[in-house]
């Protein structure tokens, strides 16, 4: 009854406020094409660099779902 | 004539019996939409507990196959 | 309301008798002091070999536990 | 005089809010009843999807405190 | 405007010449179906062995794509 | 022509705000005397417990730029 | 009097059975030409897939006995 | 009879001799409230800089012991 | 019929010429003494330099071969 | 008389024509600047891909050098 | 006033007496240019060999220091 | 003519001494039967307690040596 079977997508999304927007891009981008998301894991985080300041937040995310 | 390309995708599959029955049913799930699957390679071993016993096994694995 | 704090700890159970049996010692074992354990994690699998034979399996799991 | 011993344990806190204040809830809770804590490093970052969006994060952080 | 998505794949490439060409056929399957690939990360070297030579170079990488 | 080298440094930012802030007086500091900041990859992430709360979140990055 | 000296060897089973079987196989074929063994690492887990289901386990153990 | 339970915990020494040194001060304490310790890991060796020189070595370990 | 072991012998090969060349050289010299080479991992790369240019590839593998 | 000290700088060099291309790169541009280079390891290798090929190798190496 | 930024530098000590002693030589040779050494991280061990005997102790750090 | 290839093979010292002592009795039992012994690579440390004290030392190395 419950031997669910889970796939995970590696998604890096970016965001110029910071790393939990990153986060949220990407699971939004994710959520758009695939129903039942579950949860995330934090694999890397990175960030453009532009005239010495922080310009983009790139944080890559494991995103777990359901196979129905 | 045998260059040939494989994808390896990222299932977790969990059963109450033990590790090696989640390791199978992520790859029997994974085998109704994929053909050619070819091998695995556990990534991740973890369970549920539940009252003090273990409840369910999830086991990740990365299954390889091959792409026509 | 639910913000929920767990605690990890890491235990090694053995056993004569096969991988899932270790595990289930070193929950067993957790069980009796600790409450609301609720997942485990592998980290190490080892074992003893004795006159050319594995005669225990070791497994080491971190646990994890709801602190009330 | 300064052969000080500390000792590490492993907190996971939750937030709907940030990553930050997962971290915050893990320290205040382990500060209930533990004195002298002293360090933390971040081990592991994940997070529940509910919905299509992140419902909430999950920090795991080594603690370290000093023993008298 | 710049908030981009990626999505990272994992694709095995084989060549009996070397690694680049394990790496070109990685990436030229995976862009007879996919857009956008945008770059790639090498995080596997192995190969076959035939008649005491290196018979196949297996290269894994992850390819990097924009979501549109 | 494109043929650019990169060097990366290791930075350790604090601050007593958000990760976020770590990072970016790590960026800031380093772009006092070096120009060409290009990326920014995190690679670990602790902080400083005073009086049971976070005091400083410190962020360790390595910082890549061109070399000319 | 017991500064006694190890050696490891890896080495790869492989069994259609279970996870524990491709173990115990591993560890039979060492013992045949060497003596004292005394403990085994688990480094990796894999199998093959034949027909959409698990064919073969394969499990490599780093094995440790005593130089005489 | 055999089916022993350990657990590991980490902790901390320092001293201003030498690593040896760090790792008896973190056992020696360890042992003023735990019975039964077995092993030990190291699992990190680190140290402070006073003046251009090293004032204290900071050597961490895993110490097992046996659950009665 | 097919529990089939292996053993994998760690094995540094060195070239002047080019990565791929210090393998090959690995593995034709570990092929002198061993049958059934079936297949290499790499586990590292590193080089030495002379006068500023890359005087050698020193690539290590893991070489795994079927004991009989 | 032997007690040398040396230094690793982490360069990532990059190159259109191969792996190895990328690391001389990176090891030239280093020894404009800096005497004694000794010694290389790889520590990531990526690349660009441009209209589905891939357009430059970018290795990063960790070089050594003594300090006189 | 305390957020202090760091920079760590790799360097390996190498000596004849012991690991400790490789250490002060990194951190004795690294103080000669740089002021306000903080900390040092162990991240590597190894040595040369001669005549079937340890001839050096190499040990590799990270040492912090703080960017005024 | 310098195409040298060398062997890892990885051994286990112990000792009641020190961590030095320990590769020390590893590097000369390994020399009993293996010529050419160029460097070594500590991999793991570890030690067994008696009584609350550190009774030995077991340091594990990775021992290399040029295949003639």
């Not at 959520?31 to 983009?56: M, P, Y």
């Amino acid at each position: 009854m419950s031997d669910h079977v889970y796939k995970k997508v590696e998604i890096t999304g970016s965001s110029a406020i910071d790393m939990e927007d990153a986060v949220k891009n990407a699971v939004a981008k994710c959520s758009q094409s695939i129903n039942n998301l579950d949860w995330f894991e934090v694999t890397e985080t990175r960030g453009h660099i532009k005239d010495g300041k922080v310009a983009h937040w790139q944080v890559t995310v494991k995103i777990g779902f359901r196979l129905d």
